[in-house]
């Protein structure tokens, strides 16, 4: 793609979204909430076209996009539904005068907090103020625009949408999970073990809240494998397999895909007196960012072991560092010298499984005194994690 074209794209967020989650999303919010639908952000029309084959009585689309706009009206007009299109930021919309509508459906603009700035962004955290979130000037766009959206559903109306896992990994992604669980009775989290948008290198979750005007304590997350499961969870056939995300403390999406065994474990050592955070033995400054390039120092099968934005792209906000568990070494300054060394030979040499038993011996075993059976529970849970993210980065490379 064209230089300029791709700088606009990444502008505007312009991700358009697999045409098997669009229906998904829309199958799903038509059963619960049928009627008036609305998206946000309707780009070339994708959701509205999918919600007038499916019945849906009127339709309200947005975008600030005016190509985007012409498509979605071409497509509107083939599909003969009466709609209206608002060639609008979002944001500018009053709730008051659109609403209420039965079911809000899209994918909105994933705009980062550098990119997202000035009038729009004041407008759009003033609105999330309005359903109780008190976002930071760091959240990126998608966060204020679900807040926005729930404003024009009707009590007990529907809204399904295209999120990113950073709903559940960030303090502003949990803060709007906050919101969105004191303004809906039930709120679900459908997440995959592959990309749907390669070229974002972004994980997603499908949300679907339900019951506007209602609250729940939790969000249920669904972990699905293949594609063809999202039609057995829209009948209802499937309930199997849901965690509960904790809204407390901090995001946790990396527990929710373990067992309560070993996340009892993992609470145990954490509030153990040898485990600080990063952030007790010093101020943290820089974050980190890597990748699966040459200009990034580790290798796409490094990158993806630690957190990672659905592919091989490593990402820590300085906010994050701070929160890393460590232990501090009782061992004598020459005993550590002597590990750190053979841990070093081992890393130069490419063997990491020796370093990290070099580690896991000295930290796990000797210092905190763990059981061959707690090693190998944590050991377990590491491979689980790390194979997910294998799963998402092999699948954004095919
Ligand atoms: C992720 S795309 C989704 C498009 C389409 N709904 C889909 O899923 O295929 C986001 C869309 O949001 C639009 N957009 C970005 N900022 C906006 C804003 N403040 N108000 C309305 N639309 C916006 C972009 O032009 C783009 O079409």
């Known amino acids: 793609m064209a230089e300029r074209a791709l700088t606009r794209k990444k502008g505007l967020g312009s991700y358009y979204t697999d045409p098997r989650v669009v229906d998904f999303l829309v199958e799903w ?74 079911l809000v459906v899209g994918n909105p603009p994933f705009i980062r907090y550098q990119q997202f700035s000035g009038k729009s962004r004041a407008r759009a955290l003033g609105s999330a103020l309005r359903v109780g979130a008190r976002l930071t000037n760091l959240s990126a766009s998608w966060a204020p625009f679900l807040l926005h959206s729930l404003q024009f559903l009707r009590p007990g109306g529907a809204l399904a949408m295209v999120v990113p896992a950073e709903l559940a990994q960030t ?103 040898q485990a600080l955070t990063l952030e007790a033995l010093g101020g943290v400054i820089n974050g980190y960012v890597s990748g699966a390039n040459t200009f990034f120092h580790c290798t796409r099968e490094e990158a993806v072991k630690r957190r990672s934005y659905g592919g091989g792209l490593l990402k820590l906000e300085p906010s994050e560092m701070q929160r890393i568990p460590v232990i501090l070494p009782t061992s004598t300054e020459e005993e550590l010298r002597d590990h750190f060394d053979a841990a070093d030979r081992a890393i130069r040499a490419g063997d990491f499984s020796a370093a990290n038993q070099i580690a896991n011996r000295v930290i796990l075993e000797d210092q905190l005194g763990l059981s061959v059976a707690d090693l190998g529970i944590l050991q377990q849970a590491h491979a689980t994690l790390l194979d997910r993210r294998m799963a998402r980065a092999r699948s954004n490379a095919s």
């Open 29 to 102: 919010g038509m059963g619960v909430s049928p009627g008036l639908v609305m998206d946000p952000s309707c780009g070339d029309g994708r959701f509205p076209e999918a919600a007038a084959r499916r019945g849906a009585s009127r339709i309200i689309g947005c975008d600030l996009d005016p190509d985007a706009l012409e498509s979605s009206a071409r497509t509107l007009c083939d599909a003969e539904m009466p709609s209206k299109l608002l060639d609008s930021d979002f944001f500018l919309l009053d709730p008051n005068r659109i609403g209420p509508v039965d």
């Open 171 to 273: 303090g502003y992604g949990v803060t709007t999970l906050r919101a969105l669980c004191a303004n809906f009775s039930r709120i679900r989290l459908v997440t995959f073990r592959r990309n749907w948008f390669a070229d974002a290198q972004q994980e997603i979750f499908f949300l679907l809240a339900e019951g506007r005007g209602g609250s729940c304590v939790a969000a249920q997350l669904t972990p699905l494998d293949r594609i063809d499961e999202l039609s057995q969870l829209v009948l209802r056939k499937r309930m199997d397999g849901i965690y509960h995300l904790s809204l407390d403390g901090d995001p946790t999406l990396g527990l929710a895909f373990l067992d309560s065994f070993t996340r009892d474990l993992w609470a145990e050592l954490k509030s153990r007196p």
